[in-house]
């Protein structure tokens, strides 16, 4: 059975841990957890905010994926889609999910993240 969604994990280009990191703890807020030494080895890094892990993963032959992503609820969503655009990220807002506001945006590396916030 089932019982949580443990965390997602992303693949990045080999050497991108240091943009990746200043994206991801500077500008989206979250944490950054060790790894632990046998698997710190291989490269790239984990974050964290609240119960949302986010792992990523070197990948020698990177390439990001056009349409998988991770969906992350947010608070106050204006103010986090001005946060990205302040910070160089792009924000393509999306109005097709009912009950949702939601935009997309994608890490310096080009992943794709979907951000959402419950309209009540």
């Given at each position: ?14 050497g991108s841990e240091d943009l990746l990191r200043a994206y991801y703890v500077d500008l989206l807020g ?91």
């Open positions: 059975m089932l019982t949580a969604l443990d965390h997602v994990q992303l693949a990045v280009p080999p979250m944490t950054e957890i060790p790894k632990p030494p046998v698997l710190a080895a291989r490269g790239g890094c984990w974050f964290r905010a609240g119960t949302v892990h986010l792992h990523l993963g070197v990948e020698a032959a990177f390439r990001p994926a056009l349409q998988a992503h991770p969906g992350l609820r947010v608070t106050d969503i204006e103010a986090y889609a001005e946060r990205l655009e302040a910070g160089g990220a792009p924000v393509t807002w999306d109005h097709d999910l009912p009950g949702h506001r939601r935009f997309y945006s994608q890490d310096p590396v080009g992943n794709r993240l979907e951000f959402l916030e419950p309209v009540p």
